[in-house]
């Protein structure tokens, strides 16, 4: 469902609404002393704010065709994003999402069926991207069916885990939809695994325990030691639109090169730069380079690399291909920026390569705004690896994107230009309740700018409000690049 559009500047088209005109709600009434500013302010940073989103580690769902591996997927991240079918093969394309279970939040990696030795094309792909979802996951999750109970296939594809010497390995044995099913999951004790989870994707059965067993073996987020303040980049995007071109193009000088620092034990590195008045971390530039042993599945490789790059991020540099245009797995990237709150910068790279017009810059940015909506707020810059054009240009816009990260708007100044935009155009009333905003604060040290709205009723400001209070701030007071958090507490 598409959300109601935000409310106009116009209070007269706002029916149910309290009108600038009421006596008891003009400005007058809104007014603070400075003491009382800085008790609420005091009040507006002991609010309890969500931490800073980290993804703890990547978890693998395998298995052989038709076990239910796209139905646990589902279950796992709560949303339909797998396609469902009786028909086994049906996932060749890879899903990825988010999911969290106490508190931790993981990446989940749906795989196709494995079918060892088929000579069909679509099966030795998924084989490939299976090997090599074994090789990035940390917490394997290998699908069983009770049902059918323990088949060759299974004992073929747990002696390929086994060559992976990979540790975490749980079985979830699925369909167990009744208590005798259940029974059934003993069988696979024989595969010598410690771990053998009885579930019913479809109904949820028993998949608490799985997710209390998995989150268990997840690593958590890897610390690596960084300098203070200095910013964390990372160039993301899909294979081939010049992201190896364009850190080429940065680090080719010797001298701008400052001693690798670790990261995680898995390939992501952190690269010093200090150039052009320019000081920041490329993060995980090896992990963004194509692998010989990936051959075509390079797409599958780039997206698992460029979840750990965003990990450990500040500002991510998404890139596009100039002559492609904005695409789904672009878009999917950038839902992921936005879903942890990393600043964003948007690099159309081979501009060199499309062909120009007198509006052409105008008519593109337009066409990225669209497909984007509604984060137009993100930079967009044109530049060319190859050229060498912009490419400064594209780190300072990086910078000052987390720059607006650590910037504070004064609490006088801010409540001196919301409040009357709020007089103006105030919440809509719900069953003849009105909710009237006093007081607006922003809080300190937050991941992403997140803004405090003190009210009489905060459980009723709707969803195209907050939308409505969030532009006024970015037309105010900027914060290019970053989502905003907007919270309201009583007052």
């Not at 975490?168 to 024989?190: G, H, M």
């Not at 940065?250 to 320019?278: C, E, H, K, M, Q």
Request: negative net charge; aromatic residues 8%.
């Amino acid at each position: 469902m598409k959300p109601t559009p935000p409310p106009t500047d116009d209070p007269t088209n706002t029916p149910d609404v309290v009108g600038a005109t009421d006596a008891d709600e003009s400005l007058d009434t809104l007014a603070f002393t400075e003491a009382e500013f800085e008790a609420a302010d005091v009040e507006a940073q002991k609010v309890e704010r969500e931490p800073d989103i980290k993804i703890d580690g990547i978890v693998a769902i395998v298995g052989r065709p038709n076990v239910g591996k796209s139905t646990l997927f589902n279950r796992l991240i709560e949303e339909r994003k797998a396609i469902v079918d009786d028909q086994p093969g049906v996932t060749r394309d890879r899903n990825y999402g988010l999911g969290t279970w106490n508190g931790r939040m993981f990446s989940l990696i749906d795989t196709g069926g494995y079918i060892p030795e088929s000579s069909d094309v679509f099966d030795a792909a998924i084989r490939e991207q299976v090997e090599i979802a074994l090789a990035e996951a940390d917490v394997i999750i290998f699908v069983v069916d009770v049902m059918e109970g323990l088949t060759p296939f299974d004992q073929e594809l747990l002696s390929i885990i086994r060559k992976g010497q990979h540790g975490n390995v749980l079985v979830a044995a699925n369909k167990a939809d009744n208590y005798k099913r259940e029974l059934l999951a003993a069988e696979f004790y024989a595969l010598g695994l410690q771990e053998v989870f009885a579930i019913s994707a479809m109904s949820g059965s028993g998949t608490g325990e799985l997710l209390d067993r998995m989150v268990d073996l997840l690593p958590g987020h890897p610390v690596a030691v960084f300098e203070p303040g200095i910013p964390k980049l990372a160039i993301v995007g899909r294979p081939n639109v010049g992201k190896s071109s364009f850190v080429n193009a940065l680090l080719g000088r010797n001298n701008n090169i400052v001693t690798p620092i670790a990261g995680t034990t898995r390939d992501s590195i952190a690269t010093r730069y200090n150039a052009f008045g320019l000081d920041f971390y490329l993060v995980d530039t090896a992990g963004l380079r194509r692998k010989a042993r990936v051959k075509d599945n390079v797409e599958f490789y780039s997206t698992l690399r460029t979840l750990r790059a965003i990990e450990e991020c500040d500002v991510a540099l998404l890139m596009l291909d100039g002559q492609q245009g904005i695409e789904a797995q672009d878009l999917s990237i950038l839902s992921t920026l936005q879903r942890l709150r990393k600043g964003i910068v948007i690099l159309v790279n081979k501009w060199d390569l499309v062909e120009k017009t007198a509006t052409i810059d105008r008519e593109y940015r337009k066409r990225v705004d669209e497909r984007i909506a509604p984060l137009s707020h993100i930079p967009i810059l044109f530049v060319s690896a190859t050229e060498k054009t912009r490419l400064i240009k594209a780190l300072q816009m990086a910078q000052t994107v987390y720059a607006d990260k650590r910037r504070t708007v004064p609490t006088h100044k801010l409540n001196k230009i919301m409040l009357p935009l709020i007089v103006q155009t105030p919440p809509a009333s719900q069953r003849g309740r009105l909710v009237r905003i006093k007081f607006v604060s922003q809080a300190k040290d937050a991941p992403s700018p997140t803004f405090l709205f003190f009210c009489n009723e905060p459980r009723l400001v709707q969803e195209n409000y907050k939308r409505f209070l969030e532009n006024k701030i970015r037309e105010n007071f900027g914060f290019d690049g970053w989502p905003i958090n907007i919270y309201f507490k009583e007052k």
